[in-house]
């Protein structure tokens, strides 16, 4: 069962929840979610208000639902589910039901989805998308990161509520 905390008092080093460990974008609503494996991402207060930084490229099915929907969340799962991330991150929701797949079950806070196994959920409330061209990255990030031109959109999330089991 999870239990809502202050996000200024919650527990964890950030480079470790996502670097590290990764995270599940999920974006949607009571009839279609979707969710993607991130290795990118931050954390930080913007607008006087904690919030998530979530960074989804053009191709990504997610994309569609984080353009559309007002909210998304952010799902942790910890140690031990290598195997769901490399799935997740790897097969596009709009082939299959990656949900039923990895045996995800979706709960909801209000409208956002989140998958209920996780240990840790944040729901984001969206304040902003931009994208990130070519021209406003290095020549080295654009070398190393974008060769197929398959380019992030950063969207910003005001934290709504930050659950805990």
Request: aromatic content about 14%; charged content about 25%.
């Amino acid at each position: 069962m999870f239990k809502k905390i202050n996000p200024y008092e919650a527990q964890g080093n950030v480079f470790n929840m996502i670097g590290k460990q990764k995270m599940l974008i999920v974006a949607g609503n009571k009839e279609s979610v979707n969710g993607m494996t991130a290795s990118w991402g931050s954390m930080g207060v913007i607008w006087g208000a904690p919030a998530c930084f979530a960074f989804v490229r053009d191709s990504r099915f997610t994309k569609t639902f984080m353009d559309t929907e007002e909210t998304f969340s952010l799902c942790f799962f910890g140690e031990g589910y290598e195997d769901m991330y490399r799935y997740m991150g790897t097969v596009s929701g709009r082939d299959e039901d990656k949900t039923a797949h990895c045996n995800l079950t979706v709960a909801y806070e209000g409208d956002t989805p989140y998958y209920a196994e996780a240990d840790t959920v944040i729901i984001c409330r969206k304040q902003g998308a931009v994208r990130m061209p070519a021209e406003t990255m290095s020549d080295a990030v654009n070398e190393k990161w974008y060769t197929s031109k398959d380019y992030h959109t950063m969207y910003t999330g005001i934290i709504e509520c930050y659950m805990v089991k």
